[in-house]
């Protein structure tokens, strides 16, 4: 017979037990650090909780949880103003402004949970379940009655161990995929990555190229961030805010937040245009693999300079000659990432709302409250 599991929610960093990063460091966006990172400087709207899964005391999972408040945004991006969009909004505002995710919503990816090796993940999920409903019931006593409830971002080889009766109530969902950049071990410099285009792109990366002429790339340090506060949340505000959808909007601190806890594995590169910032991106180390996270740029610039396409170069060259394995390139811009050579990978979660009578429509609900993107998919290589 299993021994049974047990959780712990923890409201603060300080309080996750002393072993907590013996399974943080399978996944930075699990450590500590950067659960730290989430305290210190989560979107306004956000509210997040730690969990620890337990059997016989000892710890055998950690996960993260998001609470969104959709009530607090101004918008949710102001980009696509046809009727869908409309709807969306109103649907959110009206049935669905409360959201709890068992997940991180900043990011693409299973970034959920992390088990210890010989963990069951049936038990463990159905523990994380339970603690679902403990943290709706937080959420209630202080007047935030959760309308969604959500596991997000699972790979299709794990959507066996939500097969239980706990989630026979949810709906299951396929989202945009994330854009994934597999590394060939043979490649050690970007001319390896630059030699395996067809022509047709290594015309398109020359160009690129060329375009770019007189920009000034740089790695930027912590003192920097500071001084160029102002600017990099304005480059951030201008992206994010004309996306097609946006549930949070970081806060000012955030990058130097990032760079303050996590160092050397937070990457923050500044493009310069007649010593004026005019664009920024961002890497986030993860073990052999690396992460982008948030960017922005002057989209007059941004056009003109072929900006974000070489930022794409810039990112594959570097985690090439780092030795990385893959890039996440995440959702978003799929059409572009692929022609720099990413791949899709498709990512599947489960919501459930907390109205029966809704719940049971979800699968109508859901295809207005996910951006339809129509896209066509691209093959660089030779």
């Known amino acids: 017979m299993e021994t049974p599991f047990s959780y712990e929610i923890y409201d603060h960093t300080t309080q996750l037990p002393q072993n907590w990063d013996d399974l943080g460091h399978k996944n930075i966006f699990l ?142 969902y396929c989202i945009q995929p994330n854009m994934t950049f597999s590394i060939p071990n043979h490649w050690k410099t970007e001319q390896d990555y630059i030699d395996s285009l067809s022509k047709k792109y290594r015309d398109q990366y020359k160009r690129a190229r060329k375009k770019a002429i007189g920009i000034e790339k740089r790695k930027m340090h912590l003192e920097e961030i500071i001084a160029y506060e102002e600017t990099i949340y304005e480059l951030y505000a201008h992206v994010a805010k004309n996306a097609p959808f946006n549930t949070f909007f970081l806060t000012k601190n955030h990058f130097r937040i990032c760079k303050e806890t996590l160092k050397d594995n937070f990457l923050f590169y500044g493009y310069f245009l007649d010593q004026k910032l005019i664009g920024f991106n961002t890497l986030i180390k993860n073990g052999k693999s690396m992460d982008t996270y948030f960017l922005g740029y002057d989209d007059s610039i941004q056009r003109e300079k072929m900006l974000y396409l070489n930022m794409l170069y810039d990112m594959i060259a570097y985690s090439i000659n780092k030795g990385f394995e893959e890039i996440i390139f995440s959702r978003t811009a799929l059409e572009i990432k692929s022609s720099v050579g990413a791949k899709p990978v498709e990512m599947f979660g489960f919501m459930e709302h907390s109205n029966p009578q809704i719940n049971k429509h979800v699968y109508r609900i859901f295809p207005y409250l996910e951006p339809t993107v129509v896209w066509q998919e691209r093959n660089p290589f030779k």
Do not use: W
């Open 31 to 172: 450590s500590k650090e950067y659960l730290e990172i989430l305290e210190k400087s989560a979107p306004t709207n956000m509210t997040c909780h730690f969990i620890g899964l337990f059997q016989n005391q000892d710890l055998v999972g950690i996960a993260v949880s998001q609470f969104l408040d959709l009530n607090k945004l101004e918008s949710f991006g102001d980009r696509d103003q046809c009727v869908k969009a409309h709807i969306r909004k109103f649907i959110l505002r009206k049935f669905s402004s409360h959201v709890l995710i068992i997940g991180n919503n900043m990011l693409t990816g299973q970034n959920a949970f992390v088990l210890s090796e010989n963990t069951d993940p049936i038990l463990a999920i159905r523990t994380l379940k339970k603690a679902t409903e403990d943290l709706q019931h937080k959420f209630k006593s202080i007047g935030k009655k959760v309308h969604i409830t959500t596991f997000k971002d699972f790979h299709h080889n794990t959507l066996k161990s939500f097969k239980i009766e706990e989630f026979k109530t949810n709906y299951q």
